[in-house]
Nanobody, 123 residues
Framework: QVQLVESGGRLVQAGGSLRLSCAASGRTFSSYAMGWFRQAPGKEREFAAAINWSGYSTYYADSVKGRFTISRDNAKNTVYLQMNSLEPEDTAVYYC????????????????WGQGTQVTVSS
């Protein structure tokens, strides 16, 4: 069993920055690739970013590429999402998840999820 707790979401103005954190407990964190997803009001949950177990490889949705950076600190059992140049379209609940198998871009590839943290970007 893995427990994930996201934090760092808040209200921010367009053009601003936020860093989200996801703290993991339970089984060996460094064994898992990790992902960040987001769900805007009235929309389906979508992939934002993923990172492999070592942090060497990262993957991004086109909508966030060049603005968001995913990273991890295995010593702290934490994965981060640095979000810059935020836009109102980035408003969503952001979730972290542990990767189980398959494509990093697909929700069914992840098996444990946090409760989410709200990010609101005002124009």
């Amino acid at each position: 069993q893995v427990q994930l707790v996201e934090s760092g979401g808040r209200l921010v103005q367009a053009g601003g920055s936020l860093r989200l954190s996801c703290a993991a407990s339970g089984r060996t964190f460094s064994s898992y690739a990790m992902g960040w997803f987001r769900q805007a009001p009235g929309k389906e949950r979508e992939f934002a970013a993923a990172i492999n177990w070592s942090g060497y490889s990262t993957y991004y949705a086109d909508s966030v590429k060049g603005r968001f950076t995913i990273s991890r600190d295995n010593a702290k059992n934490t994965v981060y999402l640095q979000m810059n140049s935020l836009e109102p379209e980035d408003t969503a609940v952001y979730y972290c998840a542990t990767h189980y198998s398959g494509s990093y871009y697909r929700i069914p590839s992840y098996n444990y999820w946090g409760q989410g943290t709200q990010v609101t970007v005002s124009s």
